[in-house]
């Protein structure tokens, strides 16, 4: 029987009433090549790492040769030998090809004359004359056959192998695979290194590269901190030696007064895995300080556990000078247009001196232009000195602020309550209108005309929008509505109705006025 014979008859065998493979038969002399390959057993047979087994293989079986065989496409080489000195020998006359397609684990020939297979092989005819040949087959843990453990006699053994013998050489050859096996893991596991050490060093290639091709100063530290890698822009910046600012050497280039300040957010944002985010001055290589933007964001592994920080510095110099600059101006038109209100209510009470009669009026007029100053100076650019308490895009706030004449000793006459909404300076004039002529009307016939009279006002947002309810309490009781619209009360529905496309119920209850005023959400902020 030829060896494509054994391939496609001897690799089945019964067990339990059910048909098994022993293993795989399909497998080609390539795919036999790559996993043989995957051993790296060349010159195996100078470092002796089987011979122990080969000389125990021969004394069990009582013979003056064992090999470990490993076949190859055209040869058979022997990665150990007891009594036997060639280092190999052609596939064609080799007894292991057969034994390691067989399908009995062990394959005994007692004559190998009297055996139709063999009674021609050279190594038969001629020296060393082999008659008795037992093989334990070596199998790859994928199943592909690679040679065996075998042992030779030249005399003939009708009796074959004692069971003893044969269960001994079986595990002989289990021992062989798990020698070769550990040496195949140990040059997959260094292939697997150097591999991730070539995909490494690689990928960092690759990111210094995009690193120092970026305008921005990049950088990254170990978790704890520890800067340990700066782009080529960093240095070409500050102009410091490569290495320099390893380590916390980094603050050195810092403009003194921003020092602690940068390093007291660097340490909280080590402690919380927070992004880090600040505004600095940083030494730039000509000796003035620039100002850049410091950013750096945690990497984190599939624990959560941070094993990296990657930060950037950008810089917005020119950018930190034309805003600082915008701002002066804009204060400065703030502090015009504020002039310009107090010029106007300067002539009004000059006119109300030459024209007693006018007086009346010039109050209310004054009053007016006050509250618009007022909301003005709530909403207009503002330095961190003059800038008021609340938010200035709190509509609380800016309620707040034009209250805050009717606050009493104790507390404020006029409560605000509910929810919150952000205002801009396109709203804020009309809402200050609003508030005042209603604030005003209270304070001359309503709850705020007496001591014990108080005023809440209830903002409640209402899908897309805003209600608002002014509720008069304690005051004088009402005994009807007026029968005429005053011209606060005109300007009331002009500022919430014109100008903020609201809609305004007044109800004149006894006990006080109450005024709902309903107001679309997007009319207090520009989108």
């Given at each position: 029987?030829?060896?494509?014979?054994f391939?496609?008859?001897?690799f089945?065998?019964?067990e339990?009433?059910?048909?098994?493979?022993?293993?795989?038969?399909?497998?080609?002399?390539t795919?036999?090549?790559?996993?043989?390959g995957?051993?790296?057993?060349?010159?195996y047979?100078?470092?002796?790492?089987?011979?122990?087994?080969?000389?125990?293989?021969?004394?069990?079986c009582?013979?003056?040769?064992?090999?470990?065989?490993?076949?190859?496409?055209d040869?058979?080489?022997?990665?150990?030998a007891?009594?036997?000195?060639?280092?190999?020998?052609e596939?064609?006359?080799s007894?292991?090809?057969?034994?390691?397609?067989?399908?009995?684990?062990?394959?005994?020939?007692?004559?190998?004359?009297?055996d139709?297979?063999?009674?021609?092989?050279?190594l038969?005819?001629?020296?060393?004359?082999?008659?008795?040949?037992?093989?334990?087959?070596?199998?790859?843990?994928?199943?592909?056959?690679?040679?065996?453990?075998?042992?030779?006699?030249?005399?003939?053994?009708?009796?074959?192998?004692?069971?003893?013998?044969?269960?001994?050489?079986?595990?002989?050859?289990?021992?062989?695979?798990?020698?070769?096996?550990?040496?195949?893991?140990?040059?997959e596991?260094?292939?697997?290194?150097?591999?991730?050490?070539?995909?490494i060093?690689?990928?960092?290639?690759?990111?210094?590269?995009?690193?120092?091709?970026?305008?921005?100063?990049?950088w990254?530290?170990?978790?704890?901190?520890?800067?340990?890698?700066?782009?080529?822009?960093?240095?070409?910046?500050?102009?410091?030696?490569d290495?320099?600012?390893?380590?916390a050497?980094?603050?050195?280039?810092?403009?003194?007064?921003?020092?602690?300040r940068?390093?007291?957010?660097?340490?909280?944002s080590?402690?919380?895995?927070?992004?880090?985010?600040?505004?600095?001055?940083?030494r730039?290589?000509?000796?003035?300080?620039?100002w850049?933007?410091?950013?750096?964001?945690?990497?984190?592994?599939a624990?959560g556990?941070?094993t990296?920080?990657?930060?950037?510095?950008?810089?917005?110099?020119?950018?930190?000078?034309?805003?600082?600059?915008?701002?002066?101006?804009?204060?400065?038109l703030?502090?015009?247009?504020?002039?310009?209100?107090?010029?106007?209510?300067?002539?009004i009470?000059?006119?109300?001196?030459?024209?007693?009669?006018?007086?009346g009026?010039?109050?209310?007029?004054r009053?007016?232009i006050?509250?618009?100053?007022?909301?003005?100076?709530?909403?207009r650019?503002?330095s961190?000195?003059?800038?008021?308490?609340?938010?200035?895009?709190?509509?609380?706030?800016?309620?707040?602020?034009?209250?805050?004449?009717?606050?009493?000793?104790?507390?404020?006459?006029?409560?605000?309550s509910?929810?919150?909404?952000?205002?801009?300076?396109?709203?804020?004039?009309?809402l200050?209108?609003?508030?005042?002529?209603?604030?005003?009307?209270?304070?001359?016939?309503?709850?705020?005309?007496?001591?014990?009279?108080?005023?809440?006002?209830?903002?409640?947002?209402?899908?897309?929008?805003?209600?608002?309810?002014?509720i008069?309490?304690?005051?004088?009781?009402?005994?009807?509505?007026?029968?005429h619209?005053?011209?606060?009360?005109?300007?009331?529905?002009?500022?919430?109705?014109?100008?903020?496309?609201?809609?305004?119920?007044?109800?004149?209850?006894?006990?006080?006025?109450?005024?709902?005023?309903?107001?679309?959400?997007?009319?207090?902020?520009?989108p």
């Amino acid at each position: 029987m030829d060896e494509q014979e054994f391939r496609t008859s001897a690799f089945t065998a019964q067990e339990d009433g059910e048909t098994r493979m022993l293993h795989p038969l399909a497998c080609t002399e390539t795919q036999r090549t790559e996993v043989i390959g995957a051993y790296d057993l060349a010159g195996y047979r100078e470092s002796g790492g089987l011979d122990d087994l080969a000389a125990f293989a021969a004394e069990l079986c009582d013979t003056p040769v064992a090999l470990v065989s490993l076949v190859e496409a055209d040869h058979q080489q022997f990665l150990a030998a007891v009594g036997f000195d060639q280092p190999q020998t052609e596939r064609d006359t080799s007894f292991c090809a057969q034994a390691m397609m067989a399908a009995d684990p062990v394959t005994v020939v007692p004559d190998a004359r009297e055996d139709a297979r063999f009674a021609g092989f050279s190594l038969v005819v001629g020296a060393p004359h082999i008659r008795f040949y037992a093989g334990a087959r070596l199998l790859s843990h994928e199943g592909v056959p690679l040679g065996a453990i075998c042992v030779i006699s030249p005399e003939p053994r009708p009796q074959g192998l004692t069971d003893f013998q044969r269960r001994g050489l079986e595990i002989l050859a289990t021992a062989v695979m798990g020698r070769l096996q550990d040496r195949r893991a140990q040059r997959e596991h260094l292939q697997t290194v150097e591999e991730s050490d070539a995909r490494i060093a690689d990928s960092e290639r690759r990111f210094r590269t995009l690193a120092d091709t970026m305008p921005q100063m990049v950088w990254s530290t170990l978790p704890d901190g520890y800067h340990d890698y700066y782009n080529a822009r960093w240095y070409d910046f500050t102009g410091m030696p490569d290495g320099s600012t390893d380590g916390a050497a980094w603050s050195g280039v810092f403009h003194p007064e921003d020092q602690d300040r940068a390093r007291a957010r660097w340490q909280h944002s080590l402690a919380t895995g927070e992004p880090y985010q600040i505004e600095y001055r940083l030494r730039h290589r000509d000796g003035t300080y620039r100002w850049v933007l410091g950013r750096a964001l945690p990497i984190r592994d599939a624990q959560g556990q941070i094993t990296r920080w990657f930060g950037t510095c950008t810089d917005i110099h020119e950018q930190k000078l034309a805003l600082e600059e915008r701002e002066i101006v804009s204060q400065e038109l703030s502090h015009r247009i504020k002039n310009i209100f107090a010029v106007i209510s300067g002539l009004i009470g000059f006119a109300a001196r030459s024209h007693p009669g006018f007086a009346g009026i010039a109050s209310d007029l004054r009053d007016r232009i006050t509250a618009l100053g007022r909301a003005h100076d709530f909403v207009r650019p503002h330095s961190e000195q003059s800038r008021p308490r609340s938010r200035q895009d709190s509509l609380h706030g800016l309620l707040d602020d034009l209250f805050e004449p009717y606050r009493g000793r104790s507390e404020a006459r006029i409560r605000v309550s509910g929810d919150d909404v952000l205002v801009d300076d396109r709203s804020a004039t009309p809402l200050a209108l609003l508030f005042h002529e209603l604030a005003t009307n209270a304070a001359k016939y309503g709850a705020l005309s007496v001591m014990a009279g108080m005023v809440d006002l209830e903002v409640q947002r209402q899908g897309d929008m805003v209600q608002l309810c002014w509720i008069e309490r304690d005051g004088p009781v009402l005994e009807a509505a007026p029968v005429h619209a005053g011209f606060g009360s005109q300007l009331v529905e002009l500022s919430a109705v014109r100008q903020l496309g609201g809609e305004v119920e007044r109800d004149w209850n006894p006990t006080g006025l109450v005024v709902t005023i309903r107001v679309p959400l997007a009319s207090f902020r520009r989108p």
